[in-house]
């Protein structure tokens, strides 16, 4: 791939209207519009949008522009109304877009129709995920999602009551560098070894934190996990699906971020599980050990630890990243704590991982606005990468599959 | 001065020192390091935290700066931070806080009010919890190396 697929800004253009403006992208979940009246501010690619739960329990994506003179309508995060009201000319709205009225009604023409607040043309949920697109036609969500459908399949099923809420707010990072380089890295099993080297130094020399309290005890579980030789990345599966989606194994072998724990927590809420599913389904969730689900375009979700991450392109070179996590409805309270501990760990821009990997982002965008060698080479493990029947690709962990398998996406989404 | 005043001082001088080990040992056994991400978050369990570390996980944290492959931190920071309205009540302080730090040809700031809760013991006054309620916890931040 040539280097200005990072920095040059007609190109960013490019993927703002084709990718952006045309893909399914995440803009929240049904657990903050549970009820007719909720709303809550969110993006839509490039775009600002409200999205509410109307009265007749549908969901509605409407631009956050007044049809007026364009003022923000919305500017809380969220909110409980039963109509939207600009605060410039007072013009107000149902949660469907339509217009309710206007002040000084009589100052129209009689045959002039006056516009209410625009709707995206198209939002499905699935599974209580909220996804909308700009384009009016195309693949239903269903489609796009494909085989990683399994990645929000797997999520629920973990929670016991059967549904998830979102909670904790958010973390959120900032860096000065392309947007695909945050999804790449998420999928990349090479740099753990070098770009994390320090946190698995510094946590192997505190070995006491291991038996320290439960928080200490992840973090030095997480650190060290980072540190494994690089033959034993290569047992780590990689999967590739049609439409541009990759999950990676999980690697979390030991402690309290193993899949399978063995602690009484864990016990209680397996056993709150088999009550909803039955052993064998239960079983069968929670032996399903992936680290990220990559959706294409621009999130990646970690089922067994209830987080998900949006990428929001702002420029060329300047990207931010929301870190959302969801609780297991039905689960034991100490399975949240240990969620929003991990997160914190992992995903803050504070976390003795994720610092690092900012650092190399925007080192890695000033590297590239040099020229130079003009191509960025990406071929390792092509030799092992594997075609199923079913469409997929499949490799070893430190195969570049990923990274292709995106970039051959990306090039579909944007004609060239 | 008031001597739980000097040691808020002196505990930002550390920082901007880089005597991240010699700031470590001014933390109780039982220390909390907390830098919550909404305004009034009553606990950790309440929502996400920039950072929160008990003593035994902030001791990595400062072995970690240590280390020539931290690349947040090559070349390292430089930070001022400006602490003043100290108000002292018994072994508890409130401060506001204003951190400048210069990197690699960067400038930025942050800024925020302080609690220092502390402990009276053997080898002097020892933090509980340090608590730093940033104005904009909740926004995007860039990589955040070096202590606030």
Known sequence: MHRAA?????????????????????VGHE????????????????????????????????????????????????????????????????LDGSLIGVPLADGYSPDRRLPGLDAVPRVESYRGFIFASHAASGASLFDFLGGLRSAFDNLVDRAPAGTLTRFGGSLRLEYRGNWKMFLENAVDLVHPGFVHKSSVDAARAHPEALTADAVTQQAAQMFLANGMRATQWDDVPLHAFPGGHIYMG?????????????????ARYRKALVERHGEEKTAAVLSVDRFNNLIWPNISVNARFGVMRIVRPLAVDHTVVDVVCFQLDGAPPEMHELTLQFVNLAASPASLVASDDLEIFERCQRGLATPGNEWIDMSRGVLVDQRQADGATVSRGTSELPMRHQFETWKSWMGL | MNEVEAFVLREARLLDEQRYVEWLELFADDALYWIPTRAKQESPQEALSIIY??????????????????????????????????????????????VAEWRTGEARWFAGRVTHKLRKGANGLRIILKRVDLIDGEAPHRAIAVPL
């Open chain 1, 6 to 26: 990072y920095t040059d800004p007609t190109l960013f253009e490019r993927e703002q209207e084709r990718i952006f403006r045309r893909a399914w992208l995440y």
């Open chain 2, 53 to 98: 570390e008990p003593r035994s996980l902030l001791a990595v944290r400062v072995e970690r700066l240590a280390r020539r492959e931290m690349h947040v931190q090559s070349p390292p920071s430089r930070t001022v931070h400006h602490v003043s309205a100290i108000e002292v009540n018994g072994d508890e302080a409130r401060s506001a806080l204003i």
């Open chain 1, 250 to 266: 999980g690697f979390y072998k030991q402690g309290i971020i193993a899949a399978e724990r063995e602690d009484a927590v864990f």
């Open chain 1, 31 to 94: 657990s903050e519009v549970a009820k007719p009246g909720d709303h809550i501010r969110t993006r839509l690619g490039p775009d600002e949008v409200i999205l509410a739960r109307r009265e007749d329990g549908g969901l509605s994506l409407l631009h956050n522009r007044c049809a007026h003179r364009g003022a923000r309508v919305v500017s809380e995060p969220s909110g409980q109304a039963r109509q939207l009201r600009c605060p410039y000319h007072a013009w107000s709205y149902r």
